[in-house]
Structures are given as C-alpha cells and as structure tokens.
C-alpha cells in the first residue's frame, strides 16, 4: 500500500543551520506530496505541496521537490530560526490513496539561538 | 473565520465510559476526516468522510464510531473508553480529493485521557 517515511529526529540546530528532512514515499499511483507543520500545542497546518513530479513546492524560505526517480520529497530551508521549531510531516494523498491522507511519523526541529 | 472547530479541547475519562468528540467546519468542505496523534507514532487515520451520508473505515477504527448527517459536522464516538485510546484527536477537512487533492484544515486537536 501506500505510505510515507521519513526521517527520524529530534534535529536539533543552532540558528541560521541549514537544514534537511528526509521523505521517501511508496506509492502506486503518481500522488500529490505535502509537507506540513505542528507548532507545540497546535494542529498541523500545509506548510507546502507538490501535485506532480518535478514540481517544487516552496513557503516561508522552505523548500521540497518531488522527485519521482528517487521517491523523495526532502525539506529544506537555508536557515533556520528559533521560530520554525516545530514538528514536520511529510503526507501524500491522491487517487491511489483513495482520499485519504497518508502521513509520516513527524520529524521534532528545536532551532536554538 | 472558525475553520475546523473542535470539542471538547481536553477530556479525562474513566474504563468504560463513553463520550463524544465534536467536530464542525464552515467552509463548505465535502471531506472530513478523523485521526489520532500518538506519541513518536505520527497521525492514524480513524474514519473518514467524502460527503453527507457516506463514512469509510480508516486505519484504526476499532472501539470508535462515525456519523455524518450534515457537511458540516462529523462527530466521532468512542464507546467503552479504553486506556489504549488515550491519544490527541485531530478533526480536519478538505474541499478536494482524487487527482489533486486540497488542502487539509486542521482542528485545534482533543486531548483525551482514558484511566
């Protein structure tokens, strides 16, 4: 079936880091990609998406390409503050998935000054 | 602009008790959608919902129940409450599905404690 993975954390960086998430997905049809973000105490909000491949998504000085040859949609941004300390995940929904959106285990950014 | 409204925020509930999570949208949204934040375990998908009427099994549907009798309100059921149920629930919708799917709106989230 489908699914996502990514990368393990906790990050944790000092300011102005440059940073990288990881996200492979399985998917057996060509699937939207997103990423989205929980500030401590929140829901989770779209930071990006990418609908097909070779598409970049981008918001807020981050950055995610859909690279269907590797599977992958890693997160970057050139850097980071203190304020984009969060949780990150990484999803794919499309036809395959049947409506549904399929989500990776989140990945804890702690931006330190 | 309420979005995705959810109640109540945080719950405390003992063996066998059972309650109701409200969930309810104003933007016209035909797909909603219920899932559970586990500690480390990321977000598993409980029930979903495509439009009035119409409800579909998630990941982890057991010891909860869906209804959906308007397009705006979805609340979920949890019946015999059980500690492994205590989790972060998370209502959300979208205006989208199939080929390009929406954007999904998130609730604040319920914080339900079973002891």
């Known amino acids: 079936g489908d699914s996502v993975t990514q990368m393990e954390g906790p990050v944790t960086l000092s300011e102005e880091a440059f940073l990288t998430i990881n996200c492979t997905y399985t998917a057996t049809g060509y699937p939207s990609l997103f990423w989205y973000v929980q500030y401590p105490g929140e829901g989770l909000q779209l930071l990006l998406k990418?609908?097909?491949?070779?598409d970049k998504g981008s918001n807020k000085g981050f950055e995610a390409t859909y690279r269907k040859e590797t599977t992958s949609f890693h997160l970057e941004k050139g850097s980071v503050q203190v304020s984009d300390s969060a949780v990150y995940f990484c999803a794919l929904s499309g036809l395959s998935t049947g409506n549904q959106f399929y989500f990776g285990t989140g990945t804890s950014l702690t931006v330190i000054p | 602009n309420a979005g995705v409204t959810q109640t109540p925020k945080f719950r405390i509930l003992k063996i066998g008790q059972s309650m109701t999570l409200q969930c309810a949208q104003d933007m016209n949204h035909n797909y909603m959608y219920w899932y559970r934040q586990d500690p480390g375990m990321g977000l598993k998908l409980i029930y979903y919902s495509v439009g009035a009427g119409i409800t579909d099994k998630g990941e982890v549907p057991n010891g909860y129940n869906v209804s959906r009798s308007t397009t705006e309100d979805f609340p979920l059921r949890l019946e015999l409450a059980a500690p492994s149920q205590t989790s972060v629930y998370f209502c959300?919708?979208?205006?989208?599905?199939?080929?390009?799917?929406?954007?999904?709106?998130f609730g604040e989230g319920s914080r339900l404690t079973v002891l």
């Open positions: 959300a919708s979208t205006p989208a599905g199939g080929l390009f799917p929406g954007e999904l709106f």
């Open positions: 990418a609908t097909k491949a070779d």
